[in-house]
């Protein structure tokens, strides 16, 4: 289109700026990829939901990746949903159908929730591509490197790291281009949703832990092999959340020569590496409201006896709960046959369930 002089109705730059307020995350909606759609052939990103034309392009010249980017649009959606089981909010704005790409307005606007979701999805796909480099997922990278440091007596390097250099360059450049488009969003948010996704890789990074495997006489452990590993997502989910529930509120304001983000109540500082930053204050989610993007509490389980954010109390913001007795099926009694067998009987048990009025 460059150097053309069409010009567009308004209606329609109108629509295609809304369309390009979040896209963010928009390439979340890959998890809805069908399982049997072989992704081989260039033409196929053409049928791939949610990717902005950076991104398409990225699936062309990277057609081995994309396996691995969908599953960790996968991922994103389980480990985000388990991780706030318990809170009013839970995660289930995330879901973006295909064929209505729009999101739900709390993630459209600069939450928290935002902030939390954007971290999570930059960490994960990094996430995802390290381990596929490890277990051979992908022909184009493979275990990270042998660790410089020399290890201690009675260890040694060997086995296969997770590879998160080439994890971060390759999940960066997938996840990240939305915010590097020049029309997408306001630039207050392209800047939180790019600080944010940063702030989950390096969540990422240091979560690297060594991992050992025991050799020697029967198990005796005379000697270690070990390697650099990556911690679970759902570990990584955790940081991520206690970095949400004290995210710093930041406003756009002009510091030095151009506009940038910066703590909105708290003394003048710079926003710092390892805070999570939000524009625009939540709801509390208690009621539906739709333009808030808000499902409400109203038929959530909560817990009588924890003292938490999943309490009745404060699950069903005061509304109250109803009881109810649910029947649940176990197997039990389980005995194991020599061999090899096992065999169980089935026992009934009757557990209280609450749900917010
Ligand atoms: C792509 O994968 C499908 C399914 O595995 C296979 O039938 C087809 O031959 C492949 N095409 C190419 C170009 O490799
Ligand atoms: C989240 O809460 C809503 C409203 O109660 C409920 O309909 C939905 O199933 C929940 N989602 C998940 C993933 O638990
Ligand atoms: C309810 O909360 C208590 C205390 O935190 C916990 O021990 C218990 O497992 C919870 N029950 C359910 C059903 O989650």
């Given at each position: 289109?460059?150097?053309?002089?069409?010009?567009?109705?308004?209606?329609?730059?109108?629509?295609?700026?809304?369309?390009?307020?979040c896209?963010?995350?928009?390439?979340?909606?890959?998890?809805?990829?069908?399982?049997?759609?072989?992704?081989?052939?260039?033409?196929?990103?053409?049928?791939?939901?949610?990717?902005?034309?950076?991104?398409?392009?990225?699936?062309?010249s990277?057609?081995?990746?994309?396996?691995?980017?969908?599953?960790?649009?996968r991922?994103?959606?389980?480990?985000?949903?388990?991780?706030?089981?318990?809170?009013?909010?839970?995660?289930?704005?995330?879901?973006?159908?295909?064929?209505a790409?729009k999101?739900?307005p709390?993630l459209?606007?600069?939450?928290?929730?935002?902030?939390?979701?954007?971290?999570?999805?930059?960490?994960?796909?990094?996430?995802?591509?390290?381990?596929?480099?490890?277990?051979?997922?992908?022909?184009?990278?493979?275990?990270?490197?042998?660790?410089?440091?020399?290890?201690?007596?009675?260890?040694?390097?060997?086995?296969?790291?997770d590879?998160?250099?080439?994890?971060?360059?390759?999940?960066?450049?997938?996840?990240?281009?939305?915010?590097?488009?020049?029309?997408?969003?306001?630039?207050?948010?392209?800047?939180?949703h790019?600080?944010?996704?940063?702030?989950?890789?390096?969540?990422?990074?240091?979560?690297?832990?060594?991992?050992?495997?025991?050799?020697?006489?029967?198990?005796?452990?005379?000697?270690?092999?070990?390697?650099?590993?990556?911690q679970?997502?759902?570990?990584?989910?955790?940081?991520?959340?206690?970095?949400?529930?004290?995210?710093?509120?930041?406003?756009?304001?002009?510091?030095?020569?151009?506009?940038?983000?910066?703590?909105k109540?708290?003394?003048?500082?710079?926003?710092?590496?390892?805070?999570?930053?939000?524009?625009?204050?939540?709801?509390?989610?208690?009621?539906?409201?739709?333009?808030?993007?808000?499902?409400?509490?109203?038929?959530?389980?909560?817990?009588?006896?924890?003292?938490?954010?999943?309490?009745?109390?404060?699950?069903?913001?005061?509304?109250?709960?109803?009881?109810?007795?649910?029947?649940?099926?176990?197997?039990?009694?389980?005995?194991?046959?020599?061999?090899?067998?096992?065999?169980?009987?089935?026992?009934?048990?009757n557990?209280?369930?609450?749900?917010?009025?």
């Amino acid at each position: 289109m460059r150097g053309s002089s069409h010009v567009l109705p308004l209606g329609v730059i109108a629509a295609l700026m809304l369309s390009q307020v979040c896209s963010g995350i928009k390439w979340l909606a890959l998890s809805h990829t069908p399982a049997s759609l072989h992704i081989n052939q260039t033409q196929h990103c053409k049928q791939l939901p949610g990717m902005v034309s950076s991104q398409a392009q990225l699936c062309r010249s990277n057609l081995e990746l994309m396996q691995t980017i969908i599953q960790a649009a996968r991922e994103v959606k389980k480990t985000c949903q388990k991780t706030f089981a318990d809170m009013r909010w839970n995660c289930s704005s995330i879901d973006i159908p295909i064929d209505a790409p729009k999101y739900r307005p709390d993630l459209d606007r600069g939450t928290r929730e935002a902030a939390f979701v954007y971290a999570l999805s930059a960490a994960t796909i990094s996430h995802t591509i390290a381990r596929a480099c490890t277990t051979g997922d992908l022909r184009l990278c493979s275990c990270g490197p042998v660790p410089a440091e020399i290890p201690e007596p009675g260890y040694r390097w060997g086995g296969c790291g997770d590879n998160l250099h080439y994890g971060l360059i390759m999940g960066s450049k997938f996840s990240d281009a939305p915010m590097k488009m020049k029309r997408s969003s306001s630039h207050a948010n392209k800047l939180m949703h790019l600080h944010n996704s940063e702030v989950g890789r390096q969540v990422l990074r240091e979560s690297v832990v060594m991992k050992c495997k025991c050799h020697g006489v029967s198990g005796s452990c005379s000697i270690r092999t070990c390697w650099k590993g990556l911690q679970d997502l759902r570990d990584i989910a955790m940081d991520l959340k206690t970095k949400y529930l004290s995210a710093t509120k930041v406003v756009h304001r002009p510091m030095g020569t151009r506009k940038q983000l910066v703590p909105k109540d708290i003394d003048i500082r710079p926003v710092r590496d390892n805070e999570l930053v939000y524009l625009q204050s939540s709801p509390d989610f208690c009621s539906k409201n739709e333009k808030q993007g808000s499902v409400g509490t109203q038929g959530r389980q909560c817990n009588k006896t924890s003292s938490g954010s999943d309490s009745c109390d404060l699950m069903c913001c005061g509304r109250g709960y109803n009881a109810y007795t649910e029947k649940l099926v176990e197997r039990c009694h389980c005995k194991y046959h020599w061999c090899c067998y096992v065999t169980c009987k089935m026992c009934e048990r009757n557990v209280e369930r609450y749900v917010c009025k």
